[in-house]
């Protein structure tokens, strides 16, 4: 083999060994970058789950304690006594835990079985929780709204 060829020939190794370093990168990249999404969904998710948690918790309170209950009822308008509030409240925490499922069902974290379970507490047919839940839909996303409304309707 001459010099020229020889040449040549490592000039042709050359240029395969840089593509395939930059088909390494870039798929190491892709990678990179999936891992990236992955993390910040599992950070939303846990931020969101510690705000549900913090309203639940703000929500039990009320539930338990009589004097908490009168004073949280005066505070969002309610004029009934305060177990009527309290029963408000724990169906509505159903709803919120609800809410928290359907938000990791959009970002792939649970299936839609899971999701069906995290609802299952929920009776869709009773007319208190139907009363109940268009007194406060609007506080939802539009998104869960539409998937509850769907749940209601087939529940019947």
């Known amino acids: 083999m001459t010099r020229q060829q020889w040449k040549d020939t490592l000039e042709g190794v050359g240029v395969i060994a840089i593509i395939s370093s930059l088909i390494f990168v870039g798929i190491e990249t892709r990678n990179s970058t999936k891992q990236a ?7 939303e998710i846990s931020a969101y789950q510690e705000l549900m948690t913090n309203i639940e918790e703000l929500n039990t ?17 309610e004029t009934g006594d305060s177990d009527a509030f309290r029963e408000k409240r724990a169906f509505f925490l159903l709803f919120r835990h609800g809410d928290m499922a359907f938000y990791m069902y959009q970002r792939g974290a649970i299936d839609e079985n899971r999701l069906r379970s995290a609802l299952g507490p929920i009776q869709f047919s009773n007319q208190l929780v139907k009363n109940l839940w268009n007194e406060n839909r609007s506080v939802f996303s539009e998104d869960y709204q539409a998937y509850i409304e769907k749940i209601m309707t087939t529940a019947n």
């Open 37 to 43: 999404i992955l993390t910040t969904q599992a950070l």
């Open 61 to 77: 309170i009320s539930i338990q304690d009589d004097t908490v209950a009168s004073v949280m009822a005066k505070f969002w308008g």
